[in-house]
């Protein structure tokens, strides 16, 4: 890195990604006086723009190549200079070992048959039921689901010792996954309230942290991109960040200034791309980056990775470059795109990614969709239905623009098939109405039971997701207590005590 | 090459920005001197600032240089900044919150804009209700249609397919608040709208001063952005404050921070004295205010007037009107 400029210089927009820009040309300086003259007479009449790409690129690439040997490139690097540029786009850069070590580590939460489905159901219930809000232990609180004391928990096969129900208001969310992918996750939530549920759903979108690309050293750009957008790109790629859990956020680390050298709150990355003198358009994509810590790579880059080793197990170490260019081209993970490169230009850049939360940047958000539904109550008036006509039964059932409710073939009886499948759009509540029939059917949303619906950018698993959110959950809840441990709650306790 | 007048960093040796430098307000953009070594760099207004996209240097038909540098800028949307669609509903963004704080769909679709409904009745602009509703029913697997004036599809198309892609006809939603995760009573119209953003940003607009240039003949604030002007506190804000009866605050916005000036009133006379260096004897000068038409510097007061007034005076004194200040001390 000698071609590094000493002075930096942070971009001034704070939500988007930092851009530092090198000097290419300011390398060797002359007077200004005599420099300005002299290409005043040979411009004179002429047009030089900087921004054309074959001069530019020209210019720049020739310094480069002369004061910067090809010590940085890898051997993978080489072979994409060299030759076949079409698999070298495609090629994941991680070596044997890492891939191992990831293979472990996502192992772990695999879920496979029923028994490790209760196992995750109860793992997250006992969770959910340690999260208490600061003031459940006073017993005072007049927060509207504590008003009534609830019904005693259901006995559960918990090993959990719980405190006696009498002197707590604290429940005991039941949960039952429906759903569990890697990225994907649907599950019920019972035997609590909408402020648990949406605490959930808010440290699932804005407080779990991940890791991504914060700040963007542009060596070489001479794409049809400019430096900002390829930095925003870069910073949108989602990074497998199973391990952001544990490191440290880069503003509260004493070893560094999250500079990319500290193992504990940064990564760096490198991508380097050129178009060769083919005609073809390089697509440059996530899987050109190389990043130096192999527990962070594109999440995609991971995936191909994964694939291919439950496609075929041996390799051996030696020939493991040519498997990883194999290895993503069998399984067609093509990466995100970052820019095109015409002939000739080329893109060269350092990335450090930090840890952070979506609440500072969206980047930073593990949630592609967190959602929760009320779990839908549908009961019959039976005296009015059997009133009705089969006919108008079957346009009333039509109304429905799901899927919700039919006919019993052999009773003529309206029946729900999907209650969950009804969208509160009061549709046939209307319909009922119109047709001279209200009170038909009565609609309730149950107070206490949530059906949620996960997904993850990849960044992390469905599950991994929502323990971490229970766990942020807890430790801000618990920051809360320690602030009224002397029996002070403070501003807090005259919200919640409501005296 | 160093230069007194600001930052020359980013600028190469022939005195122009590289691609790609960060320009700060301030900062010389294009170092030009003279044979003579006086500096004649050009600095950027303190309106300006950016990343150097593009340089041109080039000449014109007589041989003169011509060096042009474009800067650019990413602007993240900020309050203030304005949106318009299709259909001339044009806005202006009033707050900005982070996404978990939204409505939220069951299906987790969280709006990226929400815009006041009593904007419609008003403006008679249903053509952006129609735009919203038939294509949220294409985006869900309808076929592309038509929408020219011309033909138009039909609200019965539009809602049947709506109704089809399992949506109310009307295209209401039942949301849940973001904030407390409970159910809004309403049904909410959402669907997907083109929106623009226009170049009448916060960012550009956004004025203040608290002292800085005065106009060189009123000796009153600048008006002008660009000259680092204020805000006009004009004749209807006056007759606000007068309606409120804050008669000191008004003096002080309109006279202490304005064009506050003195002159001396000749109490015999009640006409201007001018300050001016007179011989007492014949070794002795003294500089003060005098009457030239009582010719005594004696019963002469200095009081505060605007300095507007003071010019009032003088061109009325040009065109052969004096006017005359009764004065008393209090």
């Known amino acids: 890195m000698s071609m590094r400029k000493e002075s930096k210089q942070d971009s001034p927009s704070s939500s988007c990604n930092e851009v530092e820009r090198r000097s290419e040309a300011g390398k060797n300086r002359q007077p200004t006086v005599a420099r300005w003259r002299e290409m005043g007479r040979g411009f004179a009449g002429g047009l030089q723009t900087r921004t054309e790409p074959h001069l530019a690129v020209g210019v720049a690439l020739a310094g480069h190549d002369r004061k910067q040997p090809a010590t940085r490139s890898s051997p993978a690097r080489e072979t994409a200079v060299t030759g076949s540029r079409f698999l070298a786009t495609r090629v994941a850069y991680l070596s044997w070992e890492d891939v191992n070590q990831l293979r472990k580590v996502k192992s772990k939460v695999w879920l496979r048959g029923i028994d490790e489905q209760l196992t995750v159901e109860t793992r997250i219930a006992d969770e959910m039921a340690r999260v208490r809000w600061p003031g459940e232990t006073l017993g005072t609180i007049g927060v509207s689901h504590h008003l009534t004391p609830p019904p005693p928990p259901p006995p559960r096969p918990s090993e959990m010792d719980r405190p006696a129900a009498a002197a707590s208001y604290q429940r005991f969310p039941r949960v039952r996954i429906r759903e569990l992918k890697d990225d994907y996750a649907k599950f019920e939530l019972r035997d609590t309230d909408a402020s648990m549920a949406n605490a ?79 005609d073809q358009t390089l697509q440059v994509t996530s899987n050109d980056l190389r990043s130096t810590d192999p527990k962070v790579c594109a999440v995609d880059q991971a995936r191909a990775i994964q694939q291919a080793l439950g496609a075929s197990e041996p390799y051996d170490h030696a020939s493991a470059a040519d498997q990883r260019q194999v290895v993503s081209c069998i399984t067609g993970f093509r990466g995100i795109l970052i820019v095109k490169l015409r002939r000739g230009q080329e893109l060269r850049l350092r990335a450090i990614a930090r840890k952070g939360i979506g609440k500072d940047h969206a980047k930073w958000s593990p949630a592609a969709t967190v959602t929760f539904m009320y779990e839908p109550e549908i009961r019959f008036s039976e005296e009015i239905m059997d009133k009705m006509t089969l006919d108008e039964k079957r346009s009333w059932v039509q109304s429905s623009p799901t899927k919700v409710f039919d006919i019993d073939p052999n009773s003529h009886q309206l029946v729900v098939v999907d209650a969950e499948a009804y969208t509160y759009d009061d549709e046939v509540i209307k319909k009922a109405d119109a047709m001279g029939r209200p009170g038909l059917v009565e609609i309730n949303a149950k107070e206490d039971s949530f059906i949620f619906t996960v997904e993850t950018t990849g960044a992390i698993t469905a599950y991994e997701l929502i323990m971490n959110a229970i766990t942020v959950l807890r430790q801000k809840l618990d920051a809360v207590r320690l602030q009224d441990d002397d029996g002070d709650l403070g501003e807090l306790g005259a919200h919640l005590g409501g005296s | 090459m160093q230069s007194k007048r600001g930052r020359v960093d980013s600028l190469d040796s022939d005195g122009l920005p590289y691609v790609g430098a960060s320009l700060q307000s301030g900062d010389i953009v294009i170092g030009k001197v003279t044979e003579s070594g006086e500096d004649h760099s050009e600095k950027l207004k303190h309106t300006e600032k950016g990343m150097v996209e593009k340089v041109v240097l080039s000449a014109n038909h007589d041989g003169v240089n011509v060096a042009n540098v474009t800067l650019r800028q990413s602007r993240s949307l900020c309050v203030g900044d304005k949106f318009a669609s299709m259909h001339g509903q044009k806005g202006v963004v009033g707050l900005l919150d982070s996404q ?115 106009h060189p003949l009123t000796r009153q604030p600048v008006e002008d952005k660009k000259r ?103």
């Open chain 1, 200 to 278: 959930l759903r808010r440290v699932m979108i804005a407080e779990v942290p991940t890791v991504a690309i914060d700040l963007v050293e542009i060596e070489v750009n001479s794409s049809v991109l400019n430096d900002e957008f390829i930095a925003h790109r870069l910073g949108l790629i989602p990074l497998t960040s199973a391990a952001a859990m544990g490191m440290r956020f880069s503003r509260d680390c004493d070893a560094c200034d999250g500079d990319g050298s500290c193992e504990y709150c940064s990564v760096e990355f490198h991508l380097s791309a050129r178009a060769t003198d083919s």
């Open chain 2, 100 to 214: 978990e704080n939204f409505p939220f769909t069951r299906q987790g679709i969280v709006p990226d804009m929400v815009i006041n409904p009593h904007g419609f009745p008003t403006r008679q602009t249903p053509g952006q209700l129609l735009e919203a509703a038939l294509g949220k029913g294409i985006a869900l697997g309808g076929t592309s249609r038509y929408a020219t004036p011309f033909t138009t599809p039909s609200l019965d198309v539009i809602t049947e397919q709506l109704h089809r892609a399992g949506f109310s006809r009307w295209g209401g939603e039942s949301v849940l608040n973001g904030q407390t995760g409970e159910r809004t009573r309403a049904l909410v119209f959402m669907g997907p709208t083109f929106y623009q953003r226009l170049t009448h940003m916060a960012e550009d607009k956004v004025k203040f001063r608290n002292t800085g240039p005065v």
């Open chain 2, 228 to 330: 680092f002007g204020g805000v006009k506190f004009g004749e209807m804000e006056r007759d606000c404050m007068l309606a409120h009866g804050a008669a000191a605050n008004l003096h002080e916005r309109l006279f202490m921070l304005s064009d506050f000036s003195q002159m001396h009133i000749c109490q015999s006379c009640q006409r201007v004295a001018n300050v001016i260096e007179r011989d007492v004897d014949r070794w002795k000068k003294l500089r003060g205010p005098y009457c030239p038409f009582c010719r005594s510097a004696e019963n002469i007061v200095r009081i505060n007037v605007p300095y507007g007034a003071k010019l009032l005076y003088q061109e009325l004194f040009c065109m052969g009107i004096c006017l005359k200040f009764e004065t008393e001390f209090r």
